[in-house]
């Protein structure tokens, strides 16, 4: 627009419609070229080089607009300084300076055919270099802001991976931090390294050993990915070899291999050891069944390698903690029975002496006697079933608060602290086991937590009901709404319904979700009641 004004304004000076021709000419030529371009960027067919094929006709044909509207002295040689710009925004980095010198050299040439010729001549040389220099710094600059733009954005796309990578692992350890039976665990990880590493196909192996008990190796694996790539006779022969050889390795040593599942596209297993300094758990295992480069495979091996550490941590974490709930239990155990040496039992003991002295008094009639040895039986029996009671007895109770309070005091705590509405409604008999407890607990908080940092909500319904069929939770929110299926591919809030779905999971239920961008979320939980969430020795407080 700029250059078009100068040009109707300035020289050189012919008719009003020969210039307005050639503006709106000029005009219409941009409007084409802009939509090519834009088009081809989006799809992408052709790639650089039909970008390139534009930006030098766009170059010539300015150079050649030189010949009627004034040559060297024409406003419309700036014009040429757009393709010159677009042209560094494209590889090689020479690619620009070779527009910048075709478009001089070409209006140097067409010069000597320019249809209007100066007020007062001017040679090139040294009079007119100005032109070359102004091309030559424009363009200099243009490659180092391309340069500096393309850096800032490669270290923008290496931290925001970064930072996905570690909430993603701090979204992991928070949940470890809570204590997980051993398949918990592995469903967890396989889940979360499928998401994390993007790969086709996530195996995760655990042996754990009873470290008290005199019992055999309990084998936990977890896979997720299509059966389809990969199958089970494929990986299982292979994965049971390396796990028996694994003991002898010193070190986290990565096994990759090239299944041979297509021969046009083998892809690549990266193998793990899940190890602590003391112990062997067994592998995690990861398929990529696309072509990975060599500096991608040793990153995704990098991740794999901190996986497998802090998976082995989580197993490390529940063998000690199962050690101190044994010893703890041992101990309870000897203090118990000591009391009952000294106290309970001994009271027994005499009472059966003492019983036993009187069953043998000749004075006695013997329908007497014969009472006094069954109240001594009887007596010996009740000591028998009381340490054997004892020793049965649970050495700790977990919950101290009942869960329907606790669950009100959290949401309680969340609205008042987000200054939102939120409203809880309980129905029917919630008599439920530890295990369904925490894991519906779980829920609730991951479910209102991601209706307010993602769904931007101002009230929340969270409806726990119970029946004769059983049990449903519900977390609806008048939120932003998201789109399920592409969360399911571990962006934003992705690996939040991965948690969900495993705690769901892992207690015999489903888990739904019902969400449309723009609109509200319902999040629902369905256990079944033959499942056995209903406790029979432990009962909810």
């Known amino acids: 627009m700029v250059t078009s004004g100068l040009y109707l304004a300035g020289p050189p000076f012919s008719p009003l419609y020969l210039k307005l021709g050639v503006c709106l000419s000029l005009l219409v030529e941009a409007y084409i070229f802009t939509r090519v371009y834009h088009i081809n960027h989006e799809e992408n067919e052709n790639g650089d080089q039909f970008k390139k094929t534009l930006i030098f006709i766009e170059t010539m044909g300015l150079a050649s607009l030189l010949i009627i509207t004034g040559g060297l002295d024409s406003p419309f040689i700036w014009y040429a300084i757009n393709p010159i710009l677009l042209a560094a925004t494209?590889?090689?980095?020479?690619f620009c300076w070779i527009m910048a010198a075709a478009f001089i050299s070409a209006a140097v040439f067409l010069q000597r055919y320019s249809l209007y010729e100066p007020v007062r001549y001017q040679p090139f040389w040294p009079n007119r270099v100005y032109n070359l220099l102004v091309f030559v710094l424009v363009t200099l600059v243009a490659q180092i802001y391309n340069f500096v733009i393309r850096y800032l954005s490669r270290q923008n796309e290496v931290m925001q991976k970064q930072l996905d990578h570690i909430k993603s692992l701090y979204e992991i350890v928070e949940v470890l931090?809570?204590?997980?039976?051993?398949?918990?665990v592995v469903n967890l990880f396989a889940s979360y390294s499928k998401v994390l590493l993007k790969a086709t196909k996530v195996i995760v192996c655990i042996e754990l050993s009873p470290v008290l008990k005199k019992q055999q190796k309990q084998c936990f694996y977890a896979v997720r990915g299509p059966r389809r790539i990969l199958s089970e006779d494929k990986w299982y022969p292979h994965l049971k070899k390396i796990l028996a050889n694994i003991h002898n390795q010193q070190n986290n040593q990565?096994?990759?291999?090239?299944?041979?599942?297509?021969e046009s596209s083998p892809g690549a297993l990266l193998t793990v050891p899940v190890k602590s300094k003391s112990h062997t758990y067994g592998l995690i295992s990861a398929y990529f069944e696309d072509h990975c480069e060599r500096e991608q495979l040793s990153e995704l091996t990098q991740t794999l390698q901190y996986l497998s550490k802090l998976c082995a941590v989580a197993m490390e974490k529940y063998s000690l903690e199962a050690v101190t709930e044994e010893m703890l239990l041992l101990e309870e155990k000897d203090r118990i029975a000591g009391e009952i040496h000294d106290g309970v039992t001994q009271n027994l003991f005499g009472l059966v002496y003492a019983l036993d002295e009187l069953a043998n008094t000749d004075s006695l009639p013997e329908s007497t006697r014969q009472q006094l040895?069954?109240?001594?039986?009887?007596?010996?029996?009740s000591l028998k079933e009381l340490r054997k009671t004892i020793y049965d007895l649970s050495f700790t109770?977990?919950?101290?608060?009942?869960?329907?309070?606790?669950?009100?005091?959290?949401?309680y705590d969340l609205a008042r602290l987000n200054g939102i509405t939120v409203n809880f409604e309980c129905r029917g008999d919630l008599h439920l086991n530890r295990t369904t407890r925490k894991a519906l607990y779980r829920i609730v908080r991951e479910a209102t937590g991601n209706a307010i940092r993602h769904g931007y909500c101002s009230n929340i319904d969270v409806l726990l009901e119970a029946d004769e069929q059983r049990i449903l939770l519900e977390v609806a929110d008048n939120g932003a709404g998201f789109d399920p299926e592409s969360a399911r591919s571990g962006s934003e809030n992705g690996l939040g319904l991965v948690n969900m779905k495993e705690l769901a999971r892992n207690i015999g239920g489903t888990l739904a979700v019902d969400s449309i961008p723009g609109r509200k979320t319902r999040v629902s939980c369905t256990i079944p009641l033959q499942n056995g969430i209903f406790p029979r020795e432990e009962v909810a407080p």
């Open 254 to 262: 990565v096994i990759i291999n090239y299944p041979e599942e297509e």
């Open 90 to 94: 494209l590889p090689p980095a020479y």
């Open 397 to 411: 109770k977990r919950n101290a608060e009942p869960f329907i309070d606790e669950v009100k005091k959290y949401l």
């Open 177 to 184: 931090s809570h204590r997980n039976t051993p398949q918990e």
């Open 373 to 381: 040895r069954f109240l001594q039986k009887t007596a010996q029996e």
